[in-house]
DNA sequence: CGCGACGTTGATTTGCCTCAACGATTGTGG
DNA sequence: CCACAATCGTTGAGGCAAATCAACGTCGCG
């Protein structure tokens, strides 16, 4: 297993000991995907929480028309999981699909609260991750309300030039709330304004 | 100072002896606010994160425009501050202002930090709540692509009865994302498909 | 080569916004 | 106790951003 990716980026916000990462390690398990498989069925329960070691996913909601929206993506160094059914034990609302082949290291439900008794400083960890991760969502939200389509596409590809590259046009148009024909002609219009 | 909601609501979440919930409420400070009165101004730096003893609040982004973009409703039992702004100690993006007399417990970050220290069990108590809210923010990211306006408003008023009764129409508008006049015309809709 | 996945372009439609005018209710000072 | 101003909600006319639908272009790949 490569971990060291996951130990890097958990170095960069809290300090372990030699015992409490080989701890970690032993609770965490490896597994590779191939681009298009799924990690996450919708309806099924979400058994892990992710990291991503390379690779690149998508998690996204499947509404009743059967139109994808896509809640987040997760390339190297980024979490991923449906939370609300990993903590709830319950079906999960979103997919997670590899839109590369990707390779994770997981966590269930069982060894990350057993991890967070050992070693309280997790608790911290996840703590702040899920705290900025909070606060990055909500000013999704008011983005979404208060700037066109133009200044939000704009703003993700500014803010996540490499998902810009990595990612098909119509999966960003999806996770910027518009549709595939639109963000189509934004970018024409981006290119007509530019001379 | 009325800290019994504060620890009825931390009881729900862990297991605090006496003598840690004596130290947090040593760390908490206690401060009263009026109708129309700002806990945050957008600008300032946020310097608490607060605890809705008594009243309610709304959370919102003011655009360039001067339009206001409520983020939030904070009523009895929840937490309201402009996280990252109080993380980071920067000017916060976002106001926070009393829509009823309010009574808060507020915690400084270097309270709040000393508090983690000598108490983990509350870093776990933080990480599940911005666990939580983190799934339900997004939710409505999802929400606001997937729903129309109807079912979005329907929904505000089954999962939030009592801010639906309690705020004016034209901030659940805002939450919303529509304007006041368009809500009203949902309403009137609504009644006339009652029939 | 031909097929599937992705992107583009145009015509039409629609959900929601803007602007403007008009109630209804509340509260407050003269 | 009334007058009058805020504050909040309603209604209608007109407009625009973005959706839908449909057709077509392009590239990579089995």
């Known amino acids: 297993m490569n971990s060291k990716p996951l130990l890097d980026y958990i170095r960069n916000h809290i300090n372990l000991t030699?015992?409490?990462?080989?701890?970690?390690?032993?609770?965490?398990?490896?597994r590779k995907f191939l681009k298009g498989q799924f990690v996450?069925?919708?309806g099924d329960v979400c058994k892990y929480e992710s990291f991503v070691v390379s690779g690149c996913m998508k998690t996204f909601y499947q509404d009743n028309e059967g139109h994808e929206h896509i809640v987040m993506f997760a390339v190297e160094?980024?979490?991923?999981?449906?939370f609300d059914s990993f903590i709830t034990n319950t079906p999960a609302t979103?997919?997670?699909q590899c839109l590369e082949n990707t390779e994770l290291i997981q966590f269930t439900y069982e060894?990350?609260?057993?991890?967070?008794?050992e070693v309280p400083k997790l608790e911290r960890l996840f703590r702040i991750i899920f705290q900025r991760a909070l606060a990055v969502t909500?000013?999704?939200i008011i983005n979404n309300?208060?700037?066109?389509?133009?200044d939000r596409?704009?703003?993700?590809?500014?803010?996540?030039?490499?998902?810009?590259?990595?990612?098909p046009q119509y999966m960003i148009a999806s996770y910027l709330g518009i549709t595939k024909e639109f963000l189509s002609k934004i970018r024409s219009q981006l290119i007509s304004d530019q001379r």
């Open 18 to 30: 030699a015992q409490e990462e080989t701890l970690l390690l032993s609770k965490a398990s490896n």
């Open 94 to 96: 979103y997919c997670i």
């Open 153 to 167: 596409y704009l703003q993700f590809r500014a803010q996540y030039p490499e998902i810009d590259q990595r990612v």
């Open 40 to 42: 996450v069925q919708q």
């Open 111 to 117: 060894n990350l609260e057993l991890l967070y008794r």
């Open 138 to 140: 909500e000013k999704r």
């Open 77 to 82: 160094n980024w979490w991923a999981s449906d």
């Open 145 to 150: 309300f208060a700037l066109p389509s133009k």
